[in-house]
């Protein structure tokens, strides 16, 4: 149990576009959702902090222009990164807790890679 | 000082030794405690988790938390090179809210 997907697994784009990221959480309704940035041989970066319904709650530092995030439902959660550019090339991972404070389950991750 | 401190390794121990990793945090109102490993290229997984001081323990692998002392140790018996991987030590704080501290990750190498 507690499965989490993201879709797609890796994403390759033109600077200027925009690339959509979705996490969903397989088999338990997830109270938070939450997104992260991996740069190679760096530790995991919180971008922020996704509740159903509500606004997502951004890290310092994190353009919430930049990098939409929507959180429709329970189970579905995306990451809309817009006019991408080269150096928002990263590894994003998204997790889900089950309730709060509790442990999270992550997303196998999506590898993005802007030219 | 970081809310949330690791030893970044690496650390080395040879096949069939006991790795231990330790981590420090400075919230004293922590209560949750985890252990993620995440091996290169690949998101974490988790290992344990403790919310009580003392031990836990899990196949190989012991959780270890002194609450006083503010520090939370992960010990891994008869390590194998499939454990060699990166250690993340995440902390849940209440200050400011609910929020989870990852530490920076210890990278561990078990030699075969």
């Known amino acids: 149990g507690a499965v989490v997907s993201q879709h797609p697994s890796w994403v390759i784009c033109k600077s200027g576009t925009s690339v959509k990221i979705e996490c969903r959480s397989l088999?338990?309704?997830?109270?938070?959702m939450f997104w992260y940035r991996q740069f190679p041989k760096q530790s995991l970066m919180l971008m922020a902090t996704?509740?159903?319904?509500?606004?997502?709650?951004?890290e310092q530092g994190v353009e919430k222009d930049k990098f939409l995030i929507n959180h429709a439902s329970l189970t579905l959660s995306t990451l809309t990164v817009t006019s991408a550019h080269p150096e928002d090339s990263s590894f994003y991972i998204c997790s889900a807790t089950i309730r709060t404070g509790g442990e999270q389950f992550f997303g196998p991750g999506t590898r993005l890679t802007v030219l | 000082q970081k809310e949330v401190e690791q030893n970044s390794g690496p650390l080395s121990v040879p096949e069939g030794a006991i790795a231990s990793l330790n981590c420090t945090y400075s919230d004293r109102g922590s209560q949750s405690f985890f252990w993620y490993r995440q091996y290169s290229g690949k998101s974490p997984e988790l290992i344990m988790f403790i919310y009580s001081n003392g031990d836990k323990e899990d196949g190989r692998f012991t959780a270890q938390l002194n609450k006083a002392s503010q520090y939370v140790s992960l010990l891994i018996r008869d390590s194998q090179p499939s454990d060699s991987a990166t250690y993340l030590c995440?902390?849940?704080?209440?200050?400011?809210?609910?929020?989870?501290?990852f530490g920076a990750g210890t990278r561990l190498f078990v030699k075969a």
């Open positions: 995440a902390v849940n704080s209440n200050t400011g809210g609910f929020k989870t501290i």
């Open positions: 996704s509740n159903e319904g509500s606004k997502a709650t951004y």
């Open positions: 088999d338990f309704q997830a109270t938070t």
